[in-house]
């Protein structure tokens, strides 16, 4: 499988977001990873301030505990880049963010599996009819095998999405325990797109390319870096090594 760098934007600075965007492709970025989070600071006041007639308890759920950008944004960042727009959608409920993001310029929309077990075969349908590729995320916490359902379907997801820290943040430790769920699901699906996410720099590509990943999504690795290109392009090798070895499979 092709390898795919993927930025992270959230690690961008915001204020900056195409020129930032820019640089990164000039980097060798092969798409931009965007991050959106719907934030449950907010929910606690909400659930502490608005009596539950008025809403539901899944309009008070939300996914993930920080708050970042949303359809309007990439939809301006579309009006600069022709770039493939990765966006990991961390919210309680996907199936509303598929026209909104369809409409910006989304190319990728990938979403989670533990905000979609009732709905994922309709939000499928419709990301693609929006004209975007569609992907599915797991959290740490959650069995490898409730993506299968939606890898073999007649429809079925492009990408898995391996969440490799909690979501959320940026910058935390990669969890290498999660190379399982990858090993596992390139030896099943061996020309599936498998995407890692969290934690991912020089000294922990190896292992996550070994085990079979070949979108590698980094953020403050890449960001943090004085060359982002060298990181960038460290991350390819290992990918391409491990793809034409076939190293999962030792
Ligand atoms: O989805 C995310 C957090 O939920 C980020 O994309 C991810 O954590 C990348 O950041 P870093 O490379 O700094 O770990």
Request: proline content about 6%; hydrophobic content about 40%; some cysteine.
């Amino acid at each position: 499988m092709e390898a795919k760098i993927a930025p992270s934007m959230l690690s961008s600075d915001f204020s900056n977001l195409a020129s930032e965007a820019h640089y990164m492709l000039q980097c060798g970025a092969d798409w931009l990873h965007m991050d959106i989070m719907d934030g449950y600071v907010t929910m606690l006041f909400f659930a502490f301030t608005i009596p539950s007639c008025f809403c539901s308890m899944n309009d008070m759920m939300h996914f993930v505990p920080n708050l970042t950008i949303g359809a309007p944004v990439i939809q301006s960042l579309r009006k600069h880049t022709t770039a493939y727009l990765d966006c990991h959608l961390m919210v309680t409920n996907p199936l509303d963010y598929v026209e909104p993001f369809g409409k910006a310029g989304a190319s990728g929309f990938t979403f989670h599996i533990e905000a979609s077990k009732d709905n994922w075969k309709e939000i499928i349908r419709r990301v693609k009819a929006a004209g975007m590729r569609p992907g599915v995320s797991l959290k740490p916490g959650t069995s490898v095998d409730e993506v299968y359902p939606l890898i073999e379907d007649e429809e079925p997801v492009q990408i898995v999405l391996v969440m490799t820290v909690e979501p959320g943040f940026g910058g935390q430790k990669f969890m290498p325990e999660m190379m399982d769920k990858v090993r596992t699901l390139r030896k099943k699906y061996p020309s599936l797109d498998i995407e890692v996410d969290g934690g991912l720099g020089p000294s922990t590509i190896e292992l996550a390319a070994s085990s079979g990943a070949n979108c590698i999504v980094a953020g403050s690795s890449i960001f943090g870096a004085k060359e982002p290109a060298e990181v960038i392009s460290i991350f390819r090798k290992s990918v391409e090594g491990a793809q034409q070895n076939k190293q999962w499979q030792r």
